[in-house]
């Protein structure tokens, strides 16, 4: 703290009884504080100090004061020997300082007025600062008087805690508490019921009217008195009491004069929920319906085409010959067998995936663009129905392709990545490609093998690179295989979001809200709650979560529909196993839509993963008393930031007082 009035002190002692000088001892004392304030309306003069010696103060060391009016002057006194107003308790700043404070009372305002330290009683020299002097004069009393008296609610708004709070032109607060100032305060008669908004100059309401009005109901409650800065009441509020905007009650306090009546007032805390508390996930596990794709009148390669139905776990899956590919009515053909295939499935009531190894050795694209005709026959017309469904289809092929049909791109997940090396060793691991395959641990080594380099999903090529130069054990094998795709429902409508992405109104999940209500939006750092987002029939276009406060402020809506946006239509999980060392080895891979990269996770696993999207600290809805003063986190008491102008885009996580935080709550 910056040091008023820094001086060195020499101080020369005498020993009385031999007059025997003593040395000149420089001691490096100065004072930090200095303050007085006069208030009228109390005829209360208080002073506050803060005295520093770096060499040391003692029993022996004492403060004194003098002030001048323009009828009184008192000389030089100690402290000790001046009665006070109000009750000052012992302050210990170390031994190297004094600390305190005192109130006298002064009738006629002060036209001087001196402290200073004397750094032992007996002796003849002493350290005076200049002293800041602040005159208070008449006025309002919550303007004009050194303490204020107001309430404030639990979490539960059935208790009341009534609080004093210092109010000195210099200082805070708490640094009147620090420096041992106590006042005494009483609070009787309180009245509940709709409390006015107090002027905007008189935040705490502080003798607001001349006394409560009649209009408002008796609580019956015991008075209530303490020399503290704080003090909770037993007594709760009645059922009856529960639409009631606050309490009003009669607040005594002393001052040089005796006694001073006003109002003081406690106001309810917002009344806040979660607007929403949790979405549950709609994510089910889809039925896979598998084909094998092969030509029948010859045999390509026995081994990939044995590898290629056990990464889609196809074993007794029905075969679908294409030697015919090429007819032109093969495609509806094709179509046909798929929709047969669904509809008996679809007895079932769970949507379905369909899986199709496609075995040939035909690498124009000619084949696979047939494949992909025959699957627009069949996914459009799946997509937007009610489950059970077809989510989409995940194809296996001999080799890389690029899906050509746009209205495929959001339905078909089509393998193997698109690598321009055979060599799996030679892969990168910064390769862009289609069908990436992200493991749940990251950077994962597997004895010599990246996941790169393993053959789980590779072209007929790179697996027979592979098996050549390793073995077939090596390779691996397929332990599970599982589809993930949101559950629709009849009245379920879905929005197509960039090329992959959708975003679905599910279940007519809505959260109502009247045209006085508030939200606040807090980024939470939930993932999950970035997936949600809303809508109203005035705006149909979906908006993010975050937009809606400021938007019900401006035009209230009583409806909100809320939707989840899926960055894909599926998400294919599989677990692999590899054995290295004569030991297998198991672990978890995603295979998302449109992920350029294998070290890309970004794609939101967590959105189908888990049961629920939790709101609950996401979005608030403040239903009663929003234009109320807040808590922070912290625990203090926010008397001009009122929830509806506040928080609207902030987190609310208010700390409320209890009876057991003691008598002196942190009120800067």
């Not at 022996?60 to 109000?86: A, F, G, K, M, N």
């Not at 994510?283 to 044995?306: D, V, W, Y």
């Not at 789980?456 to 295989?481: C, D, H, N, W």
């Not at 109104?505 to 939200?519: H, I, K, Q, R, Y």
């Amino acid at each position: 703290m910056e040091t008023l009035g820094r001086t060195c002190l020499l101080l020369a002692l005498f020993a009385c009884a031999s007059c025997e000088k003593v040395p000149i001892t420089d001691i490096q004392a100065g004072f930090a504080l200095a303050d007085a304030a006069w208030f009228e309306e109390e005829k209360t003069l208080f002073i506050f100090y803060r005295a520093n010696a770096q060499q040391g103060l003692g029993p022996e060391s004492q403060i004194e004061v003098s002030y001048r009016t323009d009828d009184v002057e008192l000389p030089w006194t100690p402290l000790s020997q001046l009665s006070t107003v109000h009750t000052h308790v012992p302050v210990d700043c170390g031994i190297t300082s004094l600390c305190g404070s005192t109130s006298l009372h002064v009738e006629r305002v002060p036209r001087q007025v001196g402290v200073r330290l004397r750094y032992h009683r007996d002796g003849v020299l002493a350290l005076t600062p200049p002293t800041k002097l602040n005159i208070v004069g008449s006025g309002p009393p919550h303007r004009s008087r050194s303490l204020v008296v107001y309430g404030v609610f639990d979490e539960s708004n059935t208790h009341v805690q009534w609080r004093a709070r210092h109010q000195f032109p210099t200082l805070r607060n708490h640094e009147v508490q620090e420096l041992g100032l106590r006042r005494t305060f009483r609070v009787a008669d309180p009245r509940h019921g709709d409390i006015a908004r107090p002027p905007d100059d008189n935040p705490y309401g502080y003798a607001s009217t001349s006394a409560c009005p009649d209009a408002l109901t008796p609580l019956g409650w015991a008075p209530l008195e303490t020399s503290a800065r704080a003090i909770f009441g037993g007594d709760e509020l009645p059922l009856s009491a529960s639409t009631s905007s606050g309490v009003c009650a009669r607040a005594t306090v002393t001052d040089a004069q005796g006694t001073f009546d006003a109002v003081a007032l406690a106001r309810k805390n917002p009344e806040v929920r979660p607007a929403f508390p949790a979405l549950r996930s709609p994510i089910r596990a889809n039925t896979a319906i598998g084909f094998l794709l092969r030509p029948c009148k010859r045999t390509i390669s026995a081994p990939h085409q044995s590898m290629q139905m056990q990464r889609l776990l196809l074993a007794g899956a029905p075969e679908i010959c294409i030697d015919d590919w090429s007819d032109p009515g093969f495609a509806a053909e094709l179509s046909a067998r798929f929709r047969a295939r669904i509809d008996e499935v679809r007895t079932e009531g769970r949507d379905m995936v369909l899986t199709l190894a496609l075995h040939h050795d035909e690498p124009s694209g000619k084949l696979a663009d047939v494949i992909e005709r025959a699957l627009e026959q069949t996914l459009t017309f799946e997509r937007d129905k009610s489950s059970p469904r077809v989510s989409g289809a995940f194809v296996f092929d001999s080799f890389a392709h690029t899906l050509g049909r746009a209205p495929l791109k959001n339905l078909v997940l089509w393998c193997p990545a698109n690598l321009p090396v055979d060599d799996l060793d030679q892969v990168p691991d910064q390769s862009k490609h289609s069908c990436a395959l992200l493991p749940d641990i990251p950077d994962i080594q597997l004895g010599p093998f990246r996941i790169n380099s393993l053959p789980i999903l590779p072209t007929r090529a790179q697996y027979l690179r592979f098996v050549s130069k390793y073995s077939e054990a090596q390779a691996g094998q397929m332990r599970e295989l599982q589809f993930l795709a949101p559950e629709r429902t009849p009245i379920s409508e879905n929005i197509q979001v960039g090329e992959f992405g959708v975003i679905t109104f599910f279940n007519n999940e809505v959260l109502t809200a009247a045209p006085g209500d508030v939200f606040s939006h807090c980024n939470s750092g939930n993932p999950r709650a970035a997936y949600v987002v809303f809508r109203t029939p005035l705006s149909p276009m979906p908006a993010p979560l975050e937009a809606l406060p400021e938007l019900h402020e401006a035009t209230p809506q009583p409806v909100y529909a809320l939707g989840l946006r899926w960055d894909f239509p599926f998400i294919t999980r599989l677990q692999y196993e590899v054995f290295l060392a004569g030991a297998a080895s198991a672990f978890s891979l995603t295979v998302p839509f449109g992920i350029p990269s294998t070290n890309d996770a970004t794609y939101g696993p967590e959105m189908w993963l888990e049961d629920e999207f939790p709101l609950d600290d996401t979005l608030l809805q403040c239903t009663r008393f929003c234009e109320h003063p807040t808590f922070d986190s912290g625990g203090v008491y926010n008397v001009t930031r009122r929830f509806r102008e506040s928080y609207r885009n902030e987190c609310y996580r208010p700390r409320y007082p209890a009876p057991a935080d003691g008598g002196f709550p942190h009120d800067p």
